[in-house]
């Protein structure tokens, strides 16, 4: 944007300074799915408040469209028949790409979550010993606990059900999905129990928009705007009880542990993830990795600074990335300037590149490299985006918050 457009779009309201051809955000988003979306008047809700938020600062207003359906078919349809340009909440992996939609960068990640008395001490599943857990019936951490005899589960069908069955006292723990508990223990149970998020296999995924394919310029603005929205959602999420602090790693007996539900699952991790496809998460492909040849390092920096490393991932690199993601790494296009985009991960920075880099993203046209690529020729070249971004940034300020220039509050 440059010269006269910011001024003119402020005294014509209908000129979208980024050039976006709708003044309406269309939101698909579900009606009755507390603490994420109440079709209310007004609507509320964790992704209505963000909704609004997103479109303020795209100078646009808001219309909801309300979709129970967060199939992979109603979501299909809704997008492809043009009802509404964005779909919240979908979670951002591999097996929800579709050609019809990009998806956006994630804005929040939500996890299954540990429900405890306040003051019990839980650092891994065996603290639950002799205890009776509450679960929602065909869900990961039903699976999960299913593989234990250390513990008896008590099966709901709905999360809040679940945490009215703790309030009752017909079980002593919950392992649900942790949205809808932080929300209920907060607006039902007053906070009487404590909320803790988890990660592990299946367990933990970040959370993304679904944009209309056709949308490419809303697409990109989108991405310009969720990293700046930090502070609201952060505030918005704790306002809606959300799971806070550190997430407990669960770690899982083996992957055939869990069961793997078929692609064509039906419900959305939002409304809660029923029988969502399991993820296969930065901490599964580092389980994964580990059964190869190489060993389980996947803390770059400290061999980052290893000359023959970077030079050997430079060249996998250019071989390989290059044609979209530039020469040595530099882009002309933001969105493909992986130096800049990774230090936006700070601390997750090679958890997420692993990830991405082995699985792809699909709908945006990221290829899927696991098959194609080994682990070691991974590890270089993550040695030498490392380098690069200490090149550019400075070394020893490759992570951190200081994430982007532009993001002031
Ligand atoms: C055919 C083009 C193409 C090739 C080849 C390609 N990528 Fe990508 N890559 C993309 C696109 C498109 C994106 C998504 C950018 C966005 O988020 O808008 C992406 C995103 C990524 C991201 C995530 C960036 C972020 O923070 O959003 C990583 C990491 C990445 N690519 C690494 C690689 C590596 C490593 C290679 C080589 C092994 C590679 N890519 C090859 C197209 C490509």
């Given at each position: 944007m440059k010269g006269l457009l910011p001024f003119v779009s402020a005294l014509f309201l209908f000129i979208i300074p980024t050039g976006l051809q709708a003044a309406a955000l269309r939101v698909c988003a579900n009606p009755d799915n507390l603490p994420f979306s109440h079709d209310g008047t007004p609507p509320t809700g964790l992704y209505v408040d963000i909704a609004d938020g997103l479109a303020k600062r795209l100078g646009m207003s808001v219309e909801y469209v309300w979709q129970g359906d967060y199939s992979q078919k109603g979501i299909s349809f809704a997008l492809q028949n043009d009802h509404c340009d964005v779909y919240f909440g979908l979670p951002r992996v591999s097996e929800w790409g579709q050609s019809y939609m990009r998806l956006s960068k994630p804005f929040l990640r939500e996890s299954y979550a540990l429900v405890v008395p306040k003051g019990q001490h839980v650092k891994?599943?065996?603290?639950?010993?002799?205890e009776r857990v509450a679960v929602q019936f065909r869900t990961p951490a039903q699976n999960l606990l299913a593989t234990r005899d250390d513990l008896t589960t008590v099966t709901y069908s709905t999360p809040k059900e679940a945490m009215e069955g703790l309030a009752k006292g017909e079980a002593d723990d919950a392992f649900i999905w942790g949205p809808s508990a932080g929300y209920y223990n907060k607006v039902?149970?007053?906070?009487?129990y404590r909320v803790i998020p988890t990660r592990g296999r299946g367990l933990d995924w970040p959370v993304a928009l679904g944009v209309r394919e056709e949308e490419a310029g809303l697409y990109r603005a989108i991405n310009g705007a969720l990293p700046k929205m930090k502070p609201l959602i952060a505030r918005v999420a704790q306002a809606y009880g959300l799971p806070q602090g550190t997430p407990l790693l669960i770690t899982t007996p083996s992957a055939a542990a869990l069961p793997r539900p078929s692609k064509s699952a039906s419900s959305a991790p939002t409304q809660?993830?029923?029988?969502?496809?399991?993820v296969l998460l930065a901490e599964a492909a580092q389980a994964d990795a580990a059964?190869?040849?190489?060993?389980?390092?996947?803390?770059?920096p400290a061999s980052a600074t290893d000359a023959n490393l970077v030079e050997e991932g430079r060249v996998i690199f250019n071989s390989n990335c290059s044609h979209c993601h530039g020469p040595n790494a530099v882009a002309g296009d933001p969105y493909m300037d992986l130096p800049a985009l990774l230090r936006e991960q700070g601390p997750d920075m090679d958890s997420f590149f692993y990830h991405t880099v082995t699985n792809g993203i699909p709908s945006v046209g990221m290829p899927t490299w696991g098959p194609v690529l080994s682990h070691e020729q991974m590890r270089k070249m993550l040695a030498f985006l490392h380098a690069a971004q200490n090149k550019r940034f400075g070394i020893g300020n490759s992570t951190g918050d200081t994430t982007t220039p532009t993001s002031t509050k």
């Open positions: 891994r599943l065996a603290d639950l010993r002799g039902l149970l007053h906070n009487a809660p993830p029923a029988a969502m496809p399991l059964s190869g040849p190489t060993t389980n390092d996947h803390s770059a």
